[in-house]
C-alpha cells in the first residue's frame, strides 16, 4: 500500500510555529538574553550552579537547543555563559552539543515543510541552480564542514539550505558538530575568563575569532577540508584526456 502525504498545512506546521516564536522571541527576549544579563546575574547563577549542577547543565542545554531551534537572540551570550558557568570543558561539549542539536530541529522542520517538495523542484529544472546542488550533492560533507568552519552565511541560513536542496540528515549533522566545535570551543573559551572581565568591569572580546593566530589555523583547515573536492575535480578531468 502506497502511504499518503500528510496535508500541506501539517507538513509546514513546525516551520510556522519556530517563526512564530522566532518572531515572538526578538520583540520579548532581545533585552534579557545578553551579556549584561549574564553579568548582573552572574554570583546567583554560580550559586545555584554548585548547588544544582546537573540541574543547571541539563537546562543550560536546553535553553540553548531552544535559543537556535527558535532561532531567538542571544545565542553568542549562551555560548559564554557555557565557558562561564562549566569552564572550557565540558562547556564546549555543552555548546556545540546543544547548537547542533537546535541546528537539526530547524533542519527537520524545513525539509518537512519545504524540503522535499523544493529538492523534486529543482531536480525537474534546469539551469544554475541546478549545476549548484548537484555539485553541492556532489561533496556534501567539505562543503558543508567548509562552510560552518569559516561562517561566511548566517547560522539559521546554513540550517535552511542544505534542508531545501535535500542534504543527508547524518552529513548535516556530523558536519555542524564537528565545524562548529572550533569556533565554539572559542568563545566557550572567552566565556571561562569571564570571571576576571567582570572583575575589571570591562567587555568579553568577541572579535577574538579574527585574530590572526586563530583565522589563520581556521583558513587552512578550511582549504584542507575542501582538497577531496579539487583533487575529485581533476582526478575527473585526468580520465576525461
Known sequence: MEQTQPPVWRQRTPVLIIALVAVIGAVTLRDFLTFETLRDNRMAMLAFRDDNFLLTAVGFVLIYIAIVAFSLPGATAATLTGGFLFGVFPG?????????IGAVVI???????????????IDASDGRV??????IRANEAPVLFSLRLMPVLPFFVM??????????????AATTF???????????????GLGEVFARDETPNLGIIFEPQIIGPLLGLAALSLLPVVLKKFSRKGSLE
Open 178 to 192: 564537528f565545524g562548529i566545535m572550533p569556533g565554539g570551543i572559542v568563545y566557550t573559551w572567552v566565556g571561562s
Open 130 to 135: 541546478k549545476r549548484l546542488t548537484n555539485a
Open 159 to 172: 540550517n535552511v539550505i542544505p534542508a531545501l536542496i535535500g542534504v543527508r540528515l547524518s552529513v548535516f
Open 92 to 100: 564546549a561539549l555543552f555548546n556545540v552539543m546543544a547548537a547542533t
Open 107 to 121: 533542519f527537520m522542520a524545513v525539509r518537512a515543510g519545504f524540503g522535499r517538495a523544493m529538492a523534486a523542484k
